[in-house]
């Protein structure tokens, strides 16, 4: 048996420009996802995912085709595809175990299919390396779910914060100690595709200005990637207000994240901005130490749920091992 987990991730800077060849800034945080995997004597592959509502779901080595349901595929697709490529199989007991709910954006998806191939190449002992682990993680979230960057992916097997170029071409670690970062939870689930392909509409119909907006996002994230390594907070916070400036403009902020950006600014935060695809999820504030309450209670009073994060956390690990 072997028990992996991995985290979750908020972005901080370069959200949607990231699916554009453009860099971003991740964070992951101490909200993980854990699997536990063990051979079994037949051919039968049984998930459970209490946190999905999946229980007892089986089905045979044979029947890994590609079509699953939605609460089943990332863990599926990957078991599909690490058979495929490292030429083993086995009938497998899988289960889940979510700290944080999918509904905030944290990037459930990706951990769950990060810790899932790292329990499987344990189990199998292929000695894969955290590069290859993310190849393979990032095809099996893109035969499912089409669009994305791999940020999230890079975030859950490198953990800490990264500065990621879309698809991994980069992906570089940045050696800092902690953000004092606020997060607030609008209430409102988010569709990622929908807003990554109101995005790609927009593009298509208005190249160059949202090329530009592009190239105005990237050079955010060059220059608050400088002041991070320095922690010049209050220089970054205004990065971040100028991130969402754009954010609005690509059309994916919303009203509730407004009201919660807009509430956290004038208690005096640093700054603020959305953080992932938009359209709901989570907002993100920076805050000295001395506004840090001022701000979470504007946030509340503005109808947002205060949700207490460690970041620049560790990236997938073994848990468990017999
Ligand atoms: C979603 O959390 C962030 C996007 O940039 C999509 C992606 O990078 O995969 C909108």
Redesign the pocket.
């Known amino acids: 048996m072997v028990k992996t987990s991995a985290p979750g991730k908020l972005?901080l800077f370069?959200?949607?420009?990231?699916?554009y060849e453009r860099p971003?800034i991740v964070t992951a945080v101490n909200h993980r996802m854990s699997v536990s995997i063990d051979k079994r004597n037949d051919e039968k592959i049984i998930v459970n995912a209490p946190e999905m509502n999946v229980k007892d779901y089986k089905i045979s080595i044979d029947n890994l085709n590609g079509k699953y349901s939605r609460e089943t595929a990332f863990v599926l697709t990957a078991v599909k595809n690490f058979f495929d490529k490292y030429k083993c199989e086995s009938g497998l007991n899988v289960e889940t175990h979510s700290e944080f709910s999918s509904k905030f954006?944290f990037?459930s998806s990706s951990a769950v299919t990060v810790s899932t191939l790292k329990a499987l190449s344990e189990l199998f002992n292929v000695k894969i390396s955290k590069k290859e682990l993310f190849d393979i993680s990032y095809k099996t979230v893109l035969d499912v779910q089409k669009?994305?960057?791999?940020?999230?992916v890079a975030s859950a097997i490198y953990g800490r914060t990264l500065y990621f170029v879309s698809g991994g071409k980069v992906i570089e670690e940045m050696n800092i100690d902690r953000i004092p970062l606020i997060v607030g939870y609008t209430g409102i689930k988010a569709d990622?595709s929908t807003?990554?392909k109101k995005?790609s509409q927009e593009m298509e119909k208005e190249h160059e200005k949202i090329n530009n907006i592009f190239n105005k996002i990237e050079n955010i994230v060059i220059e608050a990637k400088r002041k991070i390594k320095n922690s010049e907070w209050s220089k970054i916070g205004s990065f971040m207000n100028e991130n969402q400036k754009y954010l609005r403009m690509l059309g994916v902020s919303s009203p509730e994240l407004d009201k919660l950006i807009f509430s956290s600014s004038k208690a005096g935060a640093y700054g603020s901005k959305l953080s992932?695809?938009?359209g709901g999820d989570c907002m993100i504030a920076l805050a000295s130490d001395e506004k840090r309450d001022l701000v979470s209670k504007a946030i509340e009073k503005a109808g947002g749920i205060i949700i207490p994060v460690e970041t620049n956390v560790e990236g997938v690990r073994i848990e468990r091992q017999y």
């Open positions: 972005m370069g959200e949607h420009a990231v699916v971003c954006g990037g669009v994305g960057s791999g940020f999230d990622t807003l990554v995005v992932g695809a938009g």
